[in-house]
Structure formats: C-alpha cells, structure tokens
C-alpha cells in the first residue's frame, strides 16, 4: 500500500497510541541527557497539546467520545510516569537499527522507544484490553530489535513491552522475552526466506495477495482491498472506509458526530479508487499462475 500510495483510515486507537508514544519519548529525551524525568504536569500538559493537534487525523472513532479520550489519556500518562517512565534510564532514545541482506536492496529496520543503560530494549505501548502472557513470545518485533542491535552471536539481551492498559481506570502492563543468538537466528533464516520471496516475486512482477489465507483484522483497514476481488476475484469483504459509508450506523459510531470525518472519508475512497483503476491493468498483466 505505501508503494501504490493508498492512504488508510487513521482510527482512534491508533492515534491515542502515537500520542501517548510521542509524549512519553518526549521525557525519555529530556532524561538521557539529564538523567531526570521532566515534571508530570509538564507530560500531561504535552500529551493533551498533542492530542489536540492529532485528533483531527481520526477517521474512525469507534463509538469513542474524543474528550473523553483527552481525559483518559492525560489520567493514563500520568500513571504511565509514575509506575514506568520514573524506572527507565534511557542511554538512547529511538535510535534506528538497521541490517541490509547481502546481494540486494532490502534493510531491516527498526526503531524501539529506547535503550537503557543496561540490557534492556524497551518499547512503549497501547491496548484496550490486557495482553495474554505469549503477546510479547509471538511478536517478531523483540527478536528482530535484538537482532539489529547485537547481531546474531551477541549476548543474550531482554526486551520489554511497558504497556498501558486504555480502561475506565488505565492500568500498566509490562511483558519480558530475554532474547538469545539461537531465537536471533531462527528470526534472521525466516526473514531471509522472506527477502527470497520477494526477490523472486520482483523478477517475476507477480504479488499474489495474502488477505485470502490470512483474514486478519488488518485487511479490514487495507485501502487497497478492492484489488483482492477486481484482479484475484478473492470473496473479500467490503473495506472499513466502504462500511462506514454504506451504513448510517457505521458512519455514526465512526464519526462521533462530526460531518468532516466522513467527507474526508469520502475523499480518501475516492482517491484510493483512482489508483486501484490505474493498478489494476498492470498487475494482470503479470499475474503468473
């Protein structure tokens, strides 16, 4: 999607999670060099100035009432500092880690939160719900920031996931995987496989979507959903922009009352569609089956 340029609906959740992500790195800076946390009423204060300067990228507020959110989040961070940001000893502060595959063009990436001065990587998060105890075990994300700051043979390295909890009263989740060379590798040979798929999916100008085997909560969010059925003909589901503007309900839980965030929407389908139209004859045409 990046490639082709579709734009995807921004929904609340996500843009409560960059902010609250924002102000948190926002002390943890302001810490590596001082070795102090800024005041809490100056967190919150920048994590309500945020607030109001992103909520306008909502496109789906999912029944969610944007003051209410305010509050919450400004009651949230607060907690967030007292129980985390008041532990943590940044040595660096989103640092990009990046590993380039031999013989081709790709880079891994990566950018955790922060870096502490001992062992720990450690990235900031948001959920509506806790996390079962595997969340952090089933993530490639640890494994993969392991394996961009130490390498495949470096010493065993922990990785913690400090989790704010987004309930009536928010609460702090925090989740540790200790990452060693063999998980490192395992990780590397299943990236490596993958950099070959599309080393040969390039050469062969064939990208055979995946929204048909996986069927995940992502294709529902995906701007470009309508290839799956105009170029595969795969039985997918409408995208959450064409729910929301079919179904006076949709587009009322979406909306939280402001007409703009559907005339964006609109906007948005509309120019998503005009770059379906244009893909769709060239990606027939190398269809290989």
Not at 34 to 62: F, H, I, M, T
Not at 189 to 213: G, H, Q, R, W
Request: proline share 4%; net charge neutral.
């Amino acid at each position: 999607m990046d490639l082709l340029f579709y734009r995807d609906p921004a929904n609340s959740n996500l843009v409560y999670g960059n902010v609250h992500d924002e102000a948190v790195n926002w002390d943890y800076a302001q810490k590596m060099v001082s070795d102090k946390n800024r005041p809490k009423g100056d967190v919150q204060d920048y994590w309500r100035s945020c607030w109001d300067a992103k909520k306008d990228e909502v496109l789906d507020w999912e029944e969610e009432d944007p003051k209410k959110l305010k509050e919450l989040g400004t009651t949230g961070v607060g907690i967030f500092y007292d129980e985390v940001m008041k532990e943590v000893h940044p040595a660096e502060v989103q640092p990009h880690l990046e590993l380039l595959f031999k013989g081709t063009n790709f880079k891994l990436t990566g950018k955790p939160d922060f870096i502490e001065k001992g062992l720990t990587i450690g990235d900031n998060k948001t959920s509506k719900t806790k996390k079962p105890d595997t969340f952090i075990a089933q993530s490639a994300q640890p494994v993969i920031y392991s394996l961009l700051k130490d390498g495949v043979d470096g010493k065993p390295r922990e990785v913690r996931f400090d989790i704010l909890v987004k309930a009536k009263t928010p609460w702090v989740q925090q989740l540790k995987i200790v990452v060693d060379s063999g998980y490192r590798k395992g990780i590397l040979n299943t990236v490596s496989a993958f950099v070959a798929d599309i080393n040969n999916s390039l050469a062969a100008k064939n990208f055979p979507p995946t929204a048909f085997v996986r069927k995940d909560w992502a294709c529902d969010y995906c701007g470009c959903k309508d290839l799956c059925r105009k170029v595969w003909g795969l039985p997918v589901g409408d995208s959450k922009i064409e729910v929301i503007l079919k179904d006076s309900r949709e587009a009322g839980k979406a909306s939280a009352g402001d007409a703009a965030v559907i005339e964006k929407l609109k906007k948005m389908k509309a120019e998503n569609d005009t770059l379906t139209e244009k893909a769709i004859t060239e990606i027939k045409r190398n269809i290989v089956i």
